[in-house]
C-alpha cells in the first residue's frame, strides 16, 4: 500500500498547489492592515505591483493628531535668557573696576608676524549652477543679519559659521564639504570645531584626535551629567572633565582640502581654580599657561605659524577644569560642527546662556544654521504645529546668545519608509518642511529645503542606490553629506551674488543720489551768486 | 462606467507588461510575487507536455530563457553560445582519439569558458590593478555588463568538457539536451553546481514527481523562504549592512554582532536560494544535490568546505585542486595546490582584492589544518571523531576563523576590516549590549532564532521535512500561504531606525 502510494504521480499536485496558492495569496490581498495586540500587521497584496490599495485611512493617525513632544524636555524661559545674556555682555562691555579683570583670552602668537592680511580683499561671487534650491531670507527689514553675512563674505572678512543639529551631520556628515567648498572659493583652513574628548572622534575624518584621561557627557545624558557639570554645556553638546595629566591631540587630515595645516587654533576650556595646561605645536614647540580660576569661558589662542597638530595637556589644577574642544583654523571661512544626535533642538536648551554669549564674544559667529527635525517625524502624522512652536523658540534662543548672527533654519531631509510596493517617501515630510518654514517665517529668519535639494538630486531612495545614504533610508553619508553640502554652499553663493547685486544697486542709487543732490547743491549756488532782481521792476 | 472600468484594466494590463520586460534592476527571483504567478504558467503546459519529452525540453528551454533575459537581457545568447560551443566542441572531443587533439578541443572550451568569464567579470579589476601598478589612468574601466549567473553555467559546461575528456562521460546526441542543461532555470543564477554527470541521465527520463519529492521540494522552498526572504533579508538591511557602513558608528559589541549576523545572512541568503532552487528542480522532478550542510556546525576548517556551499568545493577539488596535482606530488605541492585552489575560489566569488585574500586566508587555514593533522597525534578531520568538549572548541574556533574571512569577503576595503577589529579589541563596551539587544530586538530574535535552528540536529530537520511531507495539499498550501504572508510582513515593515546608545 506504501509502496503504492509512493509510486502516485505529484506532478499535477504542484501545479494545483502553486494555483491554489495564489488564489489563497488573493483571497489574503483584500484584508486590509490590522493591528492586534499592539502590532500593526501591513495588506499583504501579493498583486502590488498592479494594484494599489489605499490604506492610509486605516493606519494613520488623523490629520489633526499632533505629533507627541514632552514639553518639560521644550521648556526653556527665554526672559531669564536674555537677563544671563545682558548680565553677561554687561559684564564684558564694562568691567567691574573694584575687582581685577579675568584674563580670558592666552595668546601665543609664534613667529615675527600675524598671519591675519592687515586689509582684506573684496571676494566675488562663486557661480551659481543650476538647479538651484535656494535660500528663502524671511527678513522683511533689508538690512538683517544674513545681508550682513553676504556682506562680510564679499568684503573678504573672516566669516564663522555654526552649524547645530542631530545625528544627520555626525562626525561632519555634510559640514566637511560644505566648509571645504566655501574655503575653496573665499579661503580659510582648519575644520573648525573639534571636541577635546568624544566617543564618535574616531567616526571623524577631518580631524585625528587622540585622548586620553577625559571623561565626556553628552547633553543628552543631562540628567545623569553630575552636577556642576550640567551648567557648563554651551551649544557644542558636550562637556569633557579631566583627571591629572589628561591631554588631547589635534592633527590636521588630508580628507577634505584645507585642514592641513590650519593658520590658528584656538582652545576652549573652562578654569574655575588655578590651573596650569601645557600646549605644544607640531610637537616641537611648547608652552605652559598658569591660569587663574574663575568662571568664564577661557581660550588659549594660537597663531603665526602653520599648525599640523595641536596638543593640550592639563598639567596641574585639573579638578576645577572643563575641556570643550579645539577650534582649527583663523582667518576666512570656519564652519563648526556641533551635532548631537537625537537631539530635536531641545537640548540647546539645556546650554548655559552665558557661556554661550561668551564663546559668541571670543568667536564672532556670523550665521547659525539649525539642522533638526529628522527624529520627530513620523509616517501618517502631518500636523507638527507643536513642534514648529519649539522651533521659533531655537531661533529665539539662537538670537539672544549669539546676537550678531543670521539664523538658517534647514527644513527636514528627505526620508523613505517601506510598504508592500517598496520604498516611498515619507508622507511626513512635506508637513514638517510647511512647519520649519512657518517658523522661520514668523522669526523672519531664513530658511533652505533641504527635502526639496534632494529630491532635485533624486531623492532618499536614489541617495541609497547611488551609495549616498545609510540603509535605514534616513540618513545621508559622506558621499550623500557632499551632494547635500554643494546645494547648500551654492545656495550661500547665489545669496552672495544677490547681495553683491543689491550692494551695486545702493551704490548706484546712492552716487545717483549724491549726483543729484552736487546738482542741486549746485543750482543753489549758482542762484545764491546770481545778483537780486526787484521782483516788481524787473531790475537789478 | 464600462470606460473607467475598461481604462483601469488596460493600466493594469501595462503594468504587467512592463513587469515582464526586462529589467536589470528587477531579475526574477524566486521570492518574488512575479515568479509565483510565471511558475504557476509554466506548470500547467509543463504539466500537459509531461509525456513528450522533447516538446517539454524545448518548452523549459524557452522559459529558462526567458528567465534569465528577465535579469540580463540579450545576454541570454550568451548562453546559447556557450551551449552550443561547448556542446560541438565535445562532439569533435569524443570522436577524437588522439591525445594531443583531445586536449586541444579541451583547452579551447577551457579557454572559451573561461575567456568569457574574464571579460565580464574580471576586465575592469585586471584594469583597476593596472593602474595601481603603473599610475592611475593608465588603462580606462569599460563599461561591461556582468551576466547574471555568469560563474556558475561556465562552471556547469566546464564540468561536462572535462568529464568528458576524462571519459568519464558521453557527449549529448542533441543540442537541446545540453542546452537545457545548461540553462535549467532553478539552479541558473545562483547553483548549486550541477555536474553534468549528474544531471545528463535525468533529462530524458520519465517525468516522475513522487509524494516524497513533492513534500520534500515545499519543505525546501519553505525553509529556503524563510532563510533568505526573511532572515536574511531583515537583518541585512536593518542591522549589518549599517554596521559595514559605518564601523566607527558603532561599539565593538555592535561590529562583533554585525559580523556574526553577516555570516548568518550570507548562509541564510546563498543557502536559502539554494533550497528553493533544489525544492523547485525536486517539483519538476529533477534532483540536485546538497549544497549547503549546516556549516557552522563544522569543527574544523576541513569539515567546513565538506559542508559549505559543496556543489563549488566539490567542483574546485575535482577540476582545479586534482589537475593541479593535488596530495600527489609531495606535501609542499600539496600546501601550494591547496592555497592556489583557495586564491582561485576566492577570485571566483567577486572581482576584488578582498575576495582573494578571503580565498587566501582559507587557503592557509585548510593547508594549516593538513600540518596539524599530521604533527598532532590525536587530531581529528572532522568534528564527528571528536569528543563533545573538543568538538564545542572545534565549532567556535572554526566559526570564528570563518567570521575573519567573512569580515574581509564584506567590508568594502582593508580599512573597514581594520576599523571593525579596532572597535571590537579597543571599544568593545560591554555596557551597551542591553541596550543593542533591547533597541535591536527584531534582528537579535531573528540572528538567536537563526542560529539555534542551524544548530539543532540533523534529525530536527528531518522530522520537521517529514511533518511537512506527511501534510495534506490543503495543510501544505496553508503553510507556504502563512510564510509568503510573512516574508511580505517583512519586506513591507517599517526599517528599524538607528539606535543612539549612549557611549
Known amino acids: 500500500m506504501k509502496e503504492k502510494k509512493e509510486e502516485k504521480e505529484y506532478i499535477h499536485r504542484t501545479w494545483l498547489a502553486v494555483t491554489a496558492l495564489i488564489v489563497v495569496l488573493c483571497g489574503v490581498s483584500l484584508i486590509p492592515p490590522q493591528t492586534i495586540g499592539g502590532i500593526t500587521f501591513r495588506r499583504a497584496n501579493i498583486l502590488s505591483d498592479l494594484i494599489e490599495f489605499d490604506d492610509r485611512t486605516a493606519t494613520d493617525a488623523p490629520a489633526a493628531t499632533q505629533i507627541a513632544l514632552d514639553e518639560e524636555e521644550f521648556h526653556v524661559d527665554l526672559d531669564r535668557v536674555a537677563q544671563q545674556v545682558a548680565r553677561q555682555t554687561a559684564a564684558i562691555e564694562t568691567p567691574d573696576t573694584l575687582t581685577p579683570p579675568v584674563q580670558t583670552c592666552f595668546e601665543w602668537r609664534i613667529g615675527p608676524t600675524d598671519t591675519l592680511p592687515a586689509h582684506y580683499t573684496p571676494r566675488q561671487p562663486a557661480e551659481v549652477i543650476e538647479p538651484l534650491q535656494p535660500i528663502e531670507d524671511f527678513d522683511t527689514t533689508g538690512y538683517g543679519p544674513l545681508h550682513a553675512f553676504y556682506g562680510k563674505l564679499l568684503d573678504g572678512r573672516p566669516v564663522r559659521i555654526a552649524v547645530l543639529g542631530d545625528s544627520f551631520i555626525e562626525g561632519d556628515i555634510l559640514t566637511a564639504d560644505l566648509r571645504e567648498t566655501l574655503q575653496e572659493a573665499y579661503g580659510g583652513t582648519g575644520c573648525g570645531f573639534a571636541p577635546v574628548a568624544s566617543p564618535l572622534t574616531g567616526f571623524r575624518r577631518t580631524v585625528k584626535t587622540t585622548s586620553k584621561g577625559w571623561t565626556s557627557y553628552n547633553i543628552m545624558q543631562y540628567k545623569t551629567t553630575p552636577e556642576p557639570l550640567r551648567h557648563d554645556f554651551y551649544v557644542s553638546g558636550w562637556v569633557c572633565r579631566p583627571e591629572a595629566g589628561a591631554q588631547t591631540r589635534w592633527e590636521g587630515t588630508q580628507a577634505r582640502r584645507h585642514l592641513d595645516p590650519c593658520d590658528g587654533a584656538r582652545i576652549l576650556f573652562l578654569s574655575r581654580g588655578r590651573s596650569r595646561a601645557e600646549v605644544s605645536v607640531n610637537d616641537s614647540l611648547h608652552r605652559s599657561f598658569t591660569i587663574e580660576g574663575a568662571d568664564e569661558l577661557r581660550q588659549i589662542e594660537i597663531s603665526g605659524l602653520p599648525i599640523h597638530s595641536l596638543t593640550f595637556r592639563v598639567a596641574e589644577g585639573a579638578e576645577g577644569m572643563v575641556g570643550y574642544g579645539a577650534l582649527l583654523g583663523r582667518s576666512g571661512i570656519a564652519v563648526d560642527n556641533y551635532s548631537v544626535r537625537s537631539n530635536n533642538g531641545q537640548a540647546m536648551f539645556r546650554t548655559n546662556p552665558a557661556l554661550n554669549a561668551q564663546a559668541n564674544a571670543m568667536l564672532g559667529y556670523d550665521l547659525v544654521i539649525l539642522q533638526y527635525g529628522l527624529n520627530i517625524m513620523q509616517q501618517g502624522i502631518h500636523n507638527y504645529t507643536n513642534y514648529g512652536a519649539q522651533i521659533g523658540k531655537m531661533i529665539a534662543y539662537v538670537r539672544e546668545c549669539f546676537p550678531t548672527a543670521a539664523v538658517l533654519v534647514l527644513g527636514v531631509s528627505d526620508r523613505s519608509v517601506r510598504t508592500d510596493r517598496g520604498f516611498e517617501p515619507m508622507d511626513a515630510v512635506p508637513h514638517m518642511t510647511a512647519c520649519q518654514r512657518a517658523a522661520a517665517r514668523r522669526e523672519q529668519a531664513a530658511f533652505w529645503d533641504t527635502s526639496a535639494a534632494m529630491a532635485a538630486l533624486g531623492g532618499m531612495e536614489q541617495f541609497v542606490t547611488n551609495g549616498w545614504a545609510g540603509k535605514d533610508y534616513t540618513h545621508i553619508n559622506f558621499a550623500g553629506g557632499r551632494q547635500v553640502a554643494l546645494a547648500l554652499a551654492n545656495a550661500l553663493n547665489d545669496g552672495m551674488r544677490r547681495e553683491a547685486r543689491d550692494r551695486d544697486d545702493r551704490l548706484r542709487r546712492q552716487e545717483r543720489a549724491r549726483n543729484v543732490a552736487d546738482s542741486l547743491r549746485e543750482a543753489v549756488r549758482l542762484q545764491l551768486l546770481q545778483p537780486a532782481v526787484d521782483p516788481l521792476t524787473m531790475e537789478e | ?503
Open chain 2, 1 to 503: 462606467m464600462y470606460r473607467m472600468m475598461m481604462s483601469h484594466v488596460s493600466e493594469i494590463v501595462d503594468k504587467a507588461l512592463g513587469l515582464l520586460a526586462y529589467d536589470a534592476q528587477q531579475p526574477l527571483i524566486f521570492s518574488s510575487g512575479l515568479f509565483l504567478f510565471l511558475f504557476a504558467g509554466f506548470l500547467l503546459f509543463y504539466t500537459l507536455l509531461r509525456r513528450d519529452t522533447s516538446a517539454r525540453i524545448v518548452y523549459v528551454i524557452l522559459f529558462s530563457l526567458y528567465f534569465y533575459y528577465k535579469s540580463s537581457g540579450i545576454y541570454f545568447l550568451l548562453l546559447v553560445f556557450a551551449a552550443t560551443s561547448d556542446y560541438w566542441i565535445s562532439q569533435a572531443l569524443y570522436r577524437t582519439q588522439r591525445p594531443w587533439a583531445r586536449r586541444l578541443w579541451v583547452t579551447l572550451s577551457v579557454a572559451v569558458n573561461l575567456g568569457m568569464l574574464g571579460y565580464f567579470k574580471y576586465t575592469n579589476f585586471l584594469i583597476e590593478l593596472s593602474n595601481q601598478l603603473f599610475g592611475a589612468g593608465f588603462l580606462q574601466f569599460q563599461n561591461i555588463f556582468l551576466p547574471v549567473g555568469i560563474s556558475f553555467f561556465v562552471f556547469q559546461s566546464l564540468s561536462y568538457t572535462i568529464d568528458i575528456y576524462r571519459r568519464q562521460l558521453t557527449p549529448l546526441d542533441r543540442w537541446t539536451d545540453y542546452l537545457f542543461y545548461l540553462s535549467f532555470f532553478p539552479q541558473l543564477v545562483a547553483g548549486p553546481i550541477v555536474r553534468a554527470k549528474d544531471f545528463i541521465p535525468q533529462i530524458r527520463r520519465p517525468l516522475h514527481v513522487s509524494r516524497r519529492m513533492f513534500g520534500t521540494g515545499v519543505f525546501l522552498i519553505l525553509t529556503g523562504l524563510f532563510k533568505k526572504a526573511i532572515i536574511s533579508d531583515y537583518i541585512s538591511l536593518n542591522f549589518v549592512d549599517r554596521v559595514f557602513d559605518e564601523p566607527l558608528l558603532y561599539s565593538g559589541f555592535e561590529c562583533l554582532a554585525g559580523i556574526y549576523g553577516y555570516a548568518l545572512q550570507i548562509y541564510c541568503d546563498f543557502s536559502g536560494y539554494s533550497d528553493m532552487a533544489i525544492g523547485i528542480a525536486l517539483l519538476l522532478g529533477f534532483h540536485f544535490p546538497k549544497n549547503f550542510d549546516s556549516p557552522y556546525k563544522a569543527a574544523t576548517i576541513t569539515e567546513f568546505w565538506h559542508r559549505w556551499h559543496i556543489s563549488l568545493s566539490t567542483w574546485l577539488r575535482d577540476y582545479l585542486y586534482i589537475p593541479l596535482g593535488g596530495n600527489r606530488k609531495g606535501r609542499v605541492r600539496t600546501y601550494i595546490n591547496l592555497l592556489l585552489t583557495m586564491l582561485l575560489g576566492g577570485l571566483w566569488h567577486g572581482a576584488a582584492v578582498r575576495f582573494v585574500l578571503w580565498g587566501a586566508l582559507h587557503g592557509v587555514a585548510l593547508a594549516l589544518h593538513k600540518l596539524w593533522l599530521r604533527f598532532v597525534p590525536h587530531a581529528k578531520a572532522t568534528g564527528a571523531q571528536m569528543s563533545w568538549g573538543w568538538r564545542i572548541v572545534g565549532i567556535l574556533f572554526t566559526f570564528h576563523l570563518v567570521c575573519l574571512g567573512w569580515l574581509m569577503f564584506r567590508a568594502e576595503s582593508m580599512q573597514t576590516v581594520s576599523l571593525m577589529l579596532h572597535q571590537i579589541f579597543h571599544n568593545f563596551n560591554w555596557a551597551v549590549a542591553p541596550q543593542v539587544i533591547e533597541g535591536y530586538l527584531g534582528v537579535f530574535l531573528l540572528m538567536g532564532v537563526g542560529y539555534v535552528l542551524h544548530l539543532l540536529p540533523e534529525s530536527a530537520d528531518r522530522m520537521a521535512q517529514r511533518i511537512v511531507e506527511a501534510s495534506p495539499l490543503v495543510v501544505q498550501v496553508l503553510m507556504a500561504a502563512v510564510m509568503i504572508w510573512c516574508v511580505m510582513q517583512i519586506k513591507s515593515s517599517d526599517i528599524q531606525p538607528f539606535i543612539y546608545f549612549q557611549f
